[in-house]
């Protein structure tokens, strides 16, 4: 190990140091003034994401096989600098939205914070893995603080069972990817990226093994991002979880399932491409089809907002079944970026919004508890109207914008068929949506909402992006594009 | 040309700045924001005859326009480019003109929420003229799905009792059309390289097969925002249940999207797809014009009448443009801004006769000439207008439709010019049973039960007549004198039919 290996991690590192500090430091903050742990996490986050945006262009390795350069355990470049911003980003909103909804809930303990800041480094390890050793162990570095988290509201049945459920489903997944690792190790001798792409390139593979390793960790990734069929979890352990830790599940976990898949697929197992694009192909397809009608059915906004997040799942794999075509790979990869910050910004700004409503014991979470929101808080109301017209995809949002791009990577690599489910699937969502917005403008009522400084400005500020980027997406497109994987 | 001051740009984001303002107006203070609206709606109608001044109308191609590069980058050709040109022209100048008289008629009929609904209305406005005036598709696409939005609003908060089935069905239905555009617009930009309208007119080069799936897809949308028979069914229930500002836009401008569309994407696009499915798109105009003239008689509902009537004229519209000769395709212009006027009128002169008896049932109506003598002999020229007398506006569109159908070698056959033609005589059976219903005969149960509450029926007040004046005005001078209408779409006319074997 040298020190430059180190430096290839620096913000992981950063970010690791930081919350064993903040799990000291947390004990000497009182019990009433947890607002400071909140705070330093936040500059943690912070800091970590001004690091990795000042290495954001640089291009290096680490931890490298002395005896073979070229297999490397993490590896730096466009995308992880791309994904570990979205993260980093991800979890200073998770911050704000979950400060005084805490407080709220009498949920406050510090741990909260620090259990954040873990979960992210092993995001951030996720978009940087090189290695299917590391991949491992960023799934589980991001996923054991999530289990604990959604279990978050401890004394709440529903919290508890959400997390224990997550929790199984989650070491279910893992094990798959395990196995998967397993088959693959056996079918090319190496877990390494590269080496795995080498092994594949001069032939010296077994080609059924390498393709039953590769389902297996699609599967246990699949778990991860709630793809159809593995996605029974999510609706319930959405809805049970504190919703703070709802939001950040719904994007960073999913994003770093993407990660994952993207880097995977698209460096090591191109050759797979034809077996696996049926199998893609359903997967997309299905999970569009199911999460979208059966979000139809929805009276609950946390669970319409999970069939909705198996949904986006749906249509980012859409992109993805031509992960293969190397004329689109480069597209895919890009286009489920950018869509990733789409849903990113909607997706918080949504549950932002379902917070400022939410009430103790699990109550003002049915979708006619938003009656009357249109005439009480316009403001508020008109946010949550863009948040649903950008998961639609309807313009004037940065969903549109998304959704742009990741039907013209479905129609480039040839998959008209799929993409006429996506369109026709997002008609379907459009009626879900569209009934959130409806009660909020066209029924009558008096909901109490919370006024809170920061969740004010997590909801204030996505409403905004999400309208401007729509018409100024260029530098995303850019940064997206530019996002490229590292090759080997 | 300087940005700033494109004349395009003014008159498709002037109705922001009136939104900014809106703004900034505390919501209880009504007649302030309705005066605001009203300013700014005719600014921007001053902006557009300002635009048709620096229009030369015997340029055949796209004029003031520009095109800006926006999003280029990640293999994407995205510009931001506007023009006009005879296809266009008139309907700009329709949706400016129209905007205002929808306003006025709101001063009275929209108590709640006047703020909302004066932003919304606005909004429209400017989702309207972007979609006239894009000249890529993909900023096409983004106005022409978001007049959906402020539309949906409208019906969904100011509608009637059924307001909110009304506004999802709107909304779903056009958004069905429209994901299906949105398919064939990235194909386009995929595999043409750009979404530029005129570059994709130029280049061409589609293969038959794919052109006519490209062609499809379009058409899907299109047609339902038209909307041709099948597709109609939305139509109705937006209609009776918006309110009157919404459905004088919906029926004077939204529909005209659709059949723009066609003209504007169909047509020089996929040429060979557009010829081969004339006589297939004849044959639904002709059914559409039909069944909504037959359909309209059997309402009980005036604003229903009207509404089924809208289906049955854009039926002439679209016959008219798939005769892909000149006579129908401009017949088709001027009819799509006919049927603006005179259905527009109707929406507004039924929605004022509403705001007093809130019932639009024509059992209880009858003999109200006798009470609203101005009232009646507006609504007659109206609906003489709509009718197709000649003198009047109606008359002149639908004649060189059917002049265009017959003719037509695209249509093949001149059947459909004669099934149509009965169209003509069917609506002067709806338009004069409705007209009867309401003016003549004995008084209607109606009158009684207005005075029960306290005041009686009166006839349109200063405020009203100065609303459908500039409609009646138009409605004369379409009929008597379309020379400088025609002249303004001819040449276009002509360089879209370049692209058509003669």
Not at chain 1, 409 to 427: P, R
């Amino acid at each position: 190990m040298k020190l430059s290996d180190l430096n290839t991690i620096l913000p992981i590192v950063l970010l690791v140091v930081w919350a064993c500090m903040l799990l000291l430091v947390d004990l000497f903050i009182p019990r009433r003034s947890k607002g400071w742990t909140a705070l330093l996490a936040a500059v943690g986050l912070a800091a970590a994401l001004g690091l990795t945006l000042a290495y954001a262009g640089r291009e290096s390795t680490g931890f490298c096989d002395p005896n073979n350069p070229g297999n490397c355990m993490v590896v730096l470049d466009g995308f992880s600098s791309f994904q570990g911003s979205l993260f980093l980003a991800s979890g200073l909103f998770a911050i704000a939205i979950a400060y005084g909804y805490l407080k709220r809930m009498g949920l406050e303990r510090g741990e909260y914070y620090t259990l954040i800041l873990f979960s992210i480094s092993g995001m951030l390890l996720m978009a940087q893995a090189a290695d299917l050793i590391v991949v491992f162990l960023a799934l589980e570095l991001l996923s054991i603080p999530l289990y604990v988290l959604a279990a978050f509201a401890r004394p709440r049945t529903d919290s508890e069972e959400a997390g224990v459920k997550y929790f199984l489903l989650g070491a279910f997944a893992t094990g798959f990817v395990v196995y998967g690792i397993t088959l693959v190790f056996g079918a090319t001798n190496a877990t390494s990226l590269s080496g795995i792409a080498a092994a594949v390139a001069a032939g010296s593979f077994t080609k059924y093994l390498l393709l039953i390793g590769a389902a297996l960790i699609l599967v246990g990734f699949s778990f991860k991002v709630a793809a159809v069929p593995f996605h029974m979890w999510t609706p319930d352990v959405y809805q049970g979880a504190p919703s703070s830790v709802t939001g950040f599940m719904a994007v960073g976990a999913k994003a770093a399932g993407f990660a994952a898949l993207l880097r995977i697929f698209i460096t090591a197992f191109p050759s797979l491409n034809l077996d696996l694009v049926p199998v893609l192909w359903g997967l997309a397809a299905l999970t569009m089809v199911v999460g979208n009608v059966i979000a139809i059915s929805q009276t609950n906004i946390k669970r319409l907002l999970a069939y909705s997040s198996i949904a986006h799942a749906g249509y980012i794999l859409m992109a993805f079944v031509a992960f293969g075509n190397p004329a689109v790979a480069s597209d895919a990869a890009a286009s489920a970026l950018f869509y990733l910050v789409t849903y990113a910004v909607t997706s918080f700004g949504a549950w932002a919004v379902v917070i400022a409503l939410e009430k103790t014991d699990g109550k003002g979470l049915e979708i006619s508890d938003f009656a009357g929101l249109g005439r009480k808080r316009p403001l508020l109301a008109a946010a949550m109207t863009i948040f649903m017209l950008s998961l639609t995809g309807m313009p004037p949002t940065l969903g549109l914008v998304g959704k742009f791009y990741l039907f013209r990577t479905a129609v480039e690599g040839g998959f008209i068929g799929l993409a006429v489910i996506g369109v026709l699937t997002s008609l379907i969502s459009a009626y879900y949506y569209l009934r959130v917005v409806v009660t909020m403008y066209m029924r009558e009522g008096d909901p109490t909402t919370e006024h809170e400084p920061w969740l004010d400005l997590t909801w204030g500020l996505t409403a905004l992006a999400t309208v401007i980027l729509s018409f100024l997406p260029m530098a995303l497109f850019t940064w997206a594009s530019g996002a490229v994987l590292k090759l080997f | 040309m300087n940005f700033i001051t494109n004349p395009l740009i003014l008159v498709t984001f002037f109705p922001l700045v009136g939104v900014l303002a809106l703004l900034f107006i505390p919501a209880d203070k009504k007649n302030v924001l309705r005066w605001t609206t009203l300013v700014a709606s005719l600014l921007t109608f001053g902006l557009s005859i300002w635009m048709l001044t620096m229009f030369n109308k015997s340029n055949p191609d796209l004029q003031l326009g520009f095109s800006l590069p926006w999003i280029q980058v990640a293999g994407w050709n995205i510009s931001f480019a506007m023009g006009v040109d005879g296809l266009s022209i008139l309907l700009v100048l329709l949706t400016t003109f129209l905007t205002p008289i929808a306003i006025l008629s709101t001063w009275t009929a929209v108590e709640e929420r006047v703020k909302d609904f004066m932003i919304f209305f606005t909004l429209l406005e400017m989702g309207m003229l972007g979609v006239f005036l894009a000249q890529d598709l993909f900023l096409f696409y983004i106005f022409w799905e978001f007049t959906l939005v402020p539309m949906y609003f409208l019906i969904g908060i100011w509608g009637g009792p059924r307001r909110i089935y009304a506004a999802i069905k709107f909304f779903l239905y056009t958004m069905a059309g429209s994901i299906l555009m949105l398919l064939a617009i990235l194909w386009l930009g995929i595999y043409q390289g750009t979404f530029s309208v005129p570059e994709l007119i130029t280049k061409g080069g589609i293969p038959g097969n794919v052109q006519l799936w490209l062609f499809l897809a379009f058409a899907a949308a299109f047609a339902i925002k038209v909307p041709m028979w099948p597709l109609h069914s939305w139509l109705p229930d937006a209609h009776v249940e918006a309110p009157t500002a919404g459905s004088v836009i919906l029926a004077g401008v939204l529909l005209k999207m659709g059949t723009y569309g066609f003209l504007r994407f169909n047509l020089p696009m996929f040429p060979e797809a557009a010829l081969k499915a004339a006589p297939w798109m004849a044959l639904l105009a002709v059914i559409g014009i039909i069944y909504g003239a037959a359909v309209s008689y059997a309402q009980k509902d005036i604003k229903k009448l009207v509404a089924y009537s809208s289906v049955s004229h854009l039926g002439f519209v679209m016959l008219g443009l798939f005769a892909l000769n000149a006579q129908g395709i401009e017949g088709g212009i001027l009819q799509m801004i006919n049927h603006g006027l005179s259905t527009g009128a109707l929406f507004l002169l039924v929605g004022m006769v509403y705001e007093q008896t809130h019932t639009r049932e024509f059992s209880v109506y009858g003999g109200l000439w006798k009470i609203m003598p101005v009232y009646g002999a507006v609504m007659l020229i109206v609906s003489l207008s709509s009718m197709g007398l000649p003198g009047l506006n109606g008359f002149i569109g639908e004649f060189a439709i059917l002049l265009g159908a017959f003719g037509s070698k695209a249509i093949g056959s001149p059947w459909f010019a004669g099934v149509a033609a009965a169209g003509v005589i069917l609506a002067a059976v709806y338009i004069l049973y409705m007209f009867q219903k309401i003016f003549l005969g004995p008084e209607g149960s109606i009158v009684e039960e207005v005075k029960k509450h306290g005041h009686a029926l009166r006839d349109l007040n200063l405020r009203e007549i100065v609303t459908v004046a500039p409609l009646l005005v138009l409605i004369f001078w379409i009929g008597l004198y379309p020379k400088p209408f025609f002249e303004l779409i001819a040449p276009a006319v002509e360089k879209l039919l370049m692209a058509f074997p003669h």
